[in-house]
């Protein structure tokens, strides 16, 4: 798939229409190929940006260059062998100044930061600079430098992610989440679950040692393979407990997992995951316990089997064009059985 690239520049700058930002966006996470070619494209814009910031290079000239070039491109393969030679010539000077600012003024350089998002129903694999492999749950989001320097990794998460860190003994890795919590390791594999708009962090340690501390140091503690953390953000509160493995981390296999689950954790996993606004109209649902697998099934078929399985009813509303063109979510409305 070529699409114009002038088309791609407008929508990294966020100058398109709000409906046609959304729609690419949607395009891209549906194509691998035009994921790479707008990757490519983004790389080349963010260089020449760096370049033009310099003042040391007439960034739009080399990028009507370059356009021209894409525009003419019939082929991927030629596209791609385009973008590799031009992103070379173009990193070199960028390589000679930041080093003669370096050692000229004795200021660290900043790196770009990358931003991956993992869109609502889907799971999202990427590989940071030192090799480290992440992934990134639904509705969630990953910040980290485009290389790693000063002897640090450091990412930033919203949402729930799996990591496997490379093992680095004299680089830790550090793992930033909401301003709350820092999880550190040197090279080993653990989830965390730390949406905004819960309560509360999640730590599970799969293989190997971390230590979990909030910013100010004053909470440190370690987890050893196989043990949940949970750290309450109200109340500062820390609980350590053994997990069930599969339940926190078999989403990375497309996998729901509930054991002796309540509804509440229920619906919120269930409502995260399809994007859906579910509502219990009883208080006597939230601690209802459930225990299911779910990997392949519709957001319909999981809430009837739910009703097969549980005294409840659900009710499904659609969602409705508001006076903006915008639609609203779906609403799942479940309740008792009389």
């Known amino acids: ?5 002038k088309y791609i520049i407008a929508f990294l700058e966020k100058q398109l229409p709000e409906n046609e930002q959304l729609l690419f966006e949607q395009q891209i996470e549906a194509s691998e190929e035009l994921q790479k070619e707008v990757d490519d494209i983004a790389f080349i814009w963010k260089t020449s940006s760096d370049l033009k910031m310099h003042n040391k290079v007439d960034t739009a000239k080399n990028w009507d260059k370059i356009s021209k070039r894409i525009r003419k491109d019939q082929y991927r393969k030629r596209f791609l062998y385009f973008t590799r030679n031009a992103a070379a010539i173009l990193l070199l000077p960028i390589l000679l100044f930041t080093g003669f600012l370096y050692f000229n003024s004795g200021k660290n350089i900043s790196v770009p930061e990358i931003q991956i998002f993992s869109a609502y129903g889907t799971i999202t694999k990427t590989t940071l600079p030192d090799g480290t492999e992440v992934w990134l749950n639904s509705g969630s989001k990953l910040t980290y430098p485009q290389v790693f320097t000063g002897g640090k990794r450091t990412v930033y998460l919203t949402g729930e992610a799996y990591f496997k860190v490379i093992s680095d003994k004299s ?11 820092v999880v550190s390791a040197y090279g080993t594999e653990f989830n965390i679950n730390a949406y905004h708009e819960d309560s509360s962090i999640g730590v599970t340690l799969v293989k190997g040692n971390v230590e979990v501390k909030n910013i100010d140091n004053s909470i440190n503690k370690n987890i050893t393979p196989g043990q949940y953390l949970a750290y309450g953000k109200g109340d500062r509160s820390i609980r350590i407990e053994n ?3 599969a339940v926190k981390t078999g989403w990375i296999e497309g996998k ?12 919120q996993r269930l409502a995260r995951h399809f994007n859906v606004d579910i509502r219990l109209d009883s208080r006597d649902l939230y601690d209802y316990e459930y225990s299911a697998t779910f990997t392949t099934e519709t957001l319909n078929e999981i809430l009837a089997l739910l009703e097969k399985t549980a005294p409840i009813r659900y009710q499904m ?4 064009q508001s006076d903006d063109k915008n639609f609203s979510k779906r609403i799942v409305i479940i309740s008792l059985k009389k």
Not at 172 to 181: G, T, Y
Request: proline share 3%; glycine share 0%; aromatic share 6%.
């Open 243 to 245: 997990a069930h493995l």
């Open 171 to 181: 680089d830790r890795f550090d793992v930033v989440l909401a301003n709350e919590l």
């Open 317 to 320: 509303i659609e969602p409705k």
């Open 1 to 5: 798939m070529t699409i114009d690239a």
């Open 256 to 267: 729901m997992v509930f054991r002796r689950a309540s509804m509440t954790e229920v619906v």
